[in-house]
């Protein structure tokens, strides 16, 4: 169970980290949203403190090596790595093996830069939710909660047996595989399926 908390952790760092940043050492991960849907999860940990921005932590994890060339096609890497804060729902490699192959060659090539940068950017939120603030939120808005993202549409959020799933604009859900990897300028969502705007 340690080693799918550390390989997910590992593929959050990676998600963001494209920048030429130097690489940070991994960070463990907390698994808070997942150990009520799953027995055999791990209980969950309090979050390791934060060892450099989302970029920084994102880089060293190789579950996150598509994810990191997408944000570095998409020239977001200063961005990530800047103030914030940010909640970033990062997708693990295994999320965007769901995405055909030709749609992801697509996005890649120099002439899906735009839709690139607008998948992506549909996966973060300003501020730090974390997950017991995701949930707080979801409670608050009788079961659900909208999270407006950087790139100006929505995502729902909804919470069931201690995991919580995001919903886009199509219809499509995700699920939190991995929350609460620390950032200095916020926190990072592992999720298994790439959420894709209107």
Request: with cysteine; glycine share 10%.
């Amino acid at each position: 169970m340690n080693t799918r908390i550390l390989a997910v952790t590992v593929a959050s760092a990676a998600f963001l980290g494209l920048a030429a940043c130097s690489p940070a050492a991994e960070t463990p991960a907390t698994d808070a949203t997942t150990a009520a849907a799953d027995p055999m999860a791990p209980i969950a940990e309090p979050a390791a403190a934060a060892s450099g921005t989302i970029v920084e932590v994102a880089q060293g994890n190789p579950d996150f090596t598509t994810l990191v060339s997408a944000v570095t096609s998409a020239d977001l890497a200063g961005t990530l790595g800047g103030t914030g804060p940010f909640t970033v729902f990062a997708p693990t490699n295994a999320a965007f093996e769901k995405v055909p192959a030709a749609t992801r060659e697509s996005l890649m090539a120099p002439a899906g830069k735009a839709d690139l940068t607008k998948i992506l950017t549909y996966h973060v939120v300003p501020g730090r939710l974390t997950a017991a603030d995701l949930t707080a939120q979801i409670e608050a808005g009788g079961g659900t909660a909208t999270l407006t993202t950087v790139e100006g549409g929505t995502l729902t959020a909804r919470a069931a047996n201690g995991t919580i799933t995001l919903t886009d604009e199509n219809g499509g859900t995700s699920t939190v595989a991995t929350a609460d990897v620390a950032a200095t300028n916020g926190v990072i969502h592992a999720i298994d399926t790439v959420v894709m705007p209107n």
